[in-house]
């Protein structure tokens, strides 16, 4: 998991053709069930609605343009996300909102002097061993979104050797196929459903189909999204643990993790455990007086558990980067300590150009391209000039480079022995 979440990352929207821009969907709450009067609200154009008791929603004559919309509850954690619709356009998003959390003091003390959290992640690790030979059989409707956004500039841009071995280091690591169907559709969005079975340890799909895709993909390309096992792991059990082994095991980053509160959720205590890391990056920059001065910035990793004290299971996995990685796993209690993912986000996500910084980007690409040093170079002169014209074709709006995975597990049946 560890090379999916570097790789792959993570929520999609659906685009279906209708006559006027509409935005309509369901607002769920964490544990899969609806949250009825939700409030869906677009404050730039103060227009909203309330969700029905089935928390489904419809807002429509929307305008053809970037616009946010604001998820809320009472109780529940505000959801921002910003949408553009295309004109007769109607844009399905479903929303999960999070149960508002409050800290308490952490409440673990070991009387040896032992870290709290490394006391709690011992005991996850000893009842994770004994759940796993625990799970049986299990049934799961599984939907998984992915897709990609102005990833084309990249793509476009980037040496053909440096592709090339891009490429050759996917296939190594397993993942050539989904990649060059993301090579071959930079801008592709798809949704793909599928009736998932574990038994005796084997697992076998069927009933696969693509409920949503904005481009037309071959027999082929249809095939790789849906037989591409990397998407959901056969064991999905493990991977709430899987990114974690060398910590649960072996404590090279457990003793990192500190015990930093906790809270009250379905008569259970669920303990907070979190690992932060600041990395300092320098790079060169001119300032105003022309002069070439070292700017140093700090960027933070935190890496965050929920873990149920009574069952010593992990609830939520949760990973985030002010720079370029957010994912976030969330499992259900589904009895005797055993939590399977019920949701998974995971996104990759490059800094935005702003669209008025676009103007002055092509205005610099086109004087370097004047230039008698550039010109020599032919590499650089090829890349300059298809950086200029991904430019050209981007202007009038942000560009905002990302590419995510995401997937919702409905369990049908499980047994445990």
């Not at 949760?318 to 300590?337: A, M, N, V």
Request: glycine share 4%.
């Amino acid at each position: 998991m560890k090379k999916f979440l570097i790789i792959l990352l993570l929520t999609g929207l659906a685009i279906v053709p209708s006559e006027a821009q509409t935005l309509c969907g369901r607002v769920m709450l964490n544990d899969s069930t609806p949250c009825p009067y939700a409030t869906v609200y677009i404050p730039s154009i103060n227009r909203g609605t309330a969700a029905n008791d089935q928390g489904e929603y419809m807002l429509d004559e929307l305008p053809t343009k970037n616009f946010k919309v604001e998820y809320s509850c009472i109780g529940q954690q505000t959801v921002k996300r910003e949408f553009k619709i295309a004109k007769g356009d109607t844009l399905t998003n479903n929303e999960v909102l999070s149960e508002k959390i409050s800290l308490l003091p952490p409440s673990i003390v070991t009387v040896d002097g032992e870290n709290p959290a490394h006391y709690v992640l011992r005991h996850v690790w000893d009842q994770a061993d004994v759940n796993r030979k625990r799970i049986d059989t299990w049934q799961a409707e599984v939907k998984y979104e992915l897709g990609m956004n102005d990833m084309e500039l990249i793509f476009n841009i980037i040496p053909k050797k440096y592709m090339v071995l891009l490429k050759s280091a996917l296939a190594l690591a397993g993942y050539r196929k989904i990649f060059n169907l993301a090579f071959d559709h930079p801008s592709l969005k798809a949704k793909v459903s599928l009736l998932r079975t574990y038994l005796n340890g084997k697992v076998k799909d069927s009933e696969q189909k693509i409920t949503y895709c904005n481009e037309k993909l071959t027999a082929d390309e249809q095939k790789t999204l849906y037989s591409n096992k990397l998407l959901i792991e056969p064991n999905i059990f493990d991977e709430v643990y899987d990114d974690y082994e060398d910590w649960g095991r072996k404590g090279d980053d457990r003793d990192k993790f500190e015990l930093v509160g906790s809270y009250e959720q379905d008569g259970k205590t669920i303990d907070v455990l979190e690992y932060i890391t600041v990395r300092t990056t320098e790079s060169e920059k001119v300032n105003e007086n022309g002069e070439t001065v070292t700017e140093k910035k700090n960027h933070t990793t935190v890496k965050r558990l929920h873990v149920v004290e009574d069952d010593w299971g992990i609830l939520k996995v949760e990973k985030k980067s002010d720079r370029y990685i957010q994912s976030s796993t969330e499992c259900r209690d589904l009895g005797g300590g055993i939590y399977m993912p019920i949701s998974s986000s995971n996104r990759i996500k490059l800094p935005t150009i702003p669209a008025d910084s676009i103007p002055k980007m092509i205005d610099k690409a086109e004087k370097e391209l004047k230039d008698p040093k550039v010109l020599e170079k032919k590499t650089e002169q090829k890349m300059l000039e298809k950086f200029l014209k991904q430019l050209k074709q981007h202007q009038g709006r942000d560009i905002r480079m990302e590419l995510f995975f995401a997937y919702d597990i409905k369990y049908r049946y499980f047994k445990v022995k």
